[in-house]
């Protein structure tokens, strides 16, 4: 069984998850609603993603679509994907490339439990979480 992050976008979920490649790496994959025509998606909103997927070498995921007009969208809240681990480097990298043009909310540095942690809001209005590992 799987646990992943799936993200709604109102018309961006291309754009983000083409950053998230550059930020992450991976393999990328897009369908758009011109695909499923029977979706009764407006013709002039078929070029958005009906379902992306953003697969890393090292085992991450993280899904996302658009909600084309017709469908209910509410901007995610209360909610924040999270990027942990071991590697400083890698960990560094991902936190200059997602708060490139984001907000940051938490400095990306020591926390009284050691190792780093940092809390930002990328360009996308996505909430992240990253730390690394005591």
């Avoid at 490339?97 to 400095?107: A, E, F, N």
């Amino acid at each position: 069984m799987d646990l992943n992050a799936y993200i709604s976008f109102r018309n961006t979920a291309r754009e983000a998850l083409e950053f998230y490649q550059s930020v992450l790496g991976g393999e990328l994959t897009l369908n758009d609603f011109s695909a499923y025509p029977d979706m009764g998606v407006d013709p002039s909103e078929t070029h958005l993603i009906m379902h992306g997927q953003l697969t890393t070498e090292d085992g991450m995921t993280l899904m996302a679509s658009d909600s084309p007009t017709g469908m209910p969208y509410t901007a995610p809240a209360g909610i924040s994907v999270s990027l942990s681990g071991d590697d400083a480097e890698r960990l560094q990298r991902a936190w200059d490339g997602l708060s490139d043009g984001g907000t940051v909310v938490m400095p990306y540095e020591e926390p009284p439990w050691g190792g780093r942690f940092g809390m930002l809001t990328d360009r996308f209005g996505i909430d992240w979480m990253v730390a690394l590992n005591a």
